[in-house]
């Protein structure tokens, strides 16, 4: 299994990026997707998460910012960051648990390789 990001960048204060992350490989389906970011010299941390159904749940910080969304037909998920912020500058990771054993429903959760996103003038 694989998951690849794409999307990151370097975006001014107020501005706007929109990430992607697509799962590929062995999978019968997949439960909570996330994105978490990695600041310099500070732990990783959640962002935003989506359920198979399509429930949200955000960190305090992006609330009202950030949108997590995701396309179950083409194992992907996205990440609309609006009215960026300069503290929001991190690599940005998404995470998903894959099931990829349609007969035992086993999954295992999975990392892509992550994409900066720089926010500066």
């Known amino acids: 299994v694989q998951l690849v990001e794409s999307g990151g960048g370097l975006v001014q204060p107020g501005g706007s990026l929109r990430l992607s992350c697509a799962a590929s490989?062995?999978?019968?389906?997949?439960?909570?997707m996330a994105w978490y970011h990695q600041a310099p010299g500070k732990q990783r941390e959640l962002v935003a998460t989506?359920?198979?159904?399509?429930?949200?749940n955000y960190a305090d910080s992006v609330k009202g910012r950030f949108t997590i969304s995701r396309n179950n037909a083409n194992n992907t998920v996205y990440l609309q960051m609006n009215s960026l912020k300069p503290e929001d500058t991190a690599v940005y990771y998404c995470n998903a648990d894959i099931i990829y054993s349609r007969a035992t429903m086993r999954s295992l959760h999975y990392w892509g390789q992550g994409t900066q996103v720089t926010v500066s003038s």
């Open positions: 490989g062995n999978i019968f389906s997949i439960n909570t």
């Open positions: 989506i359920t198979s159904g399509g429930r949200t």
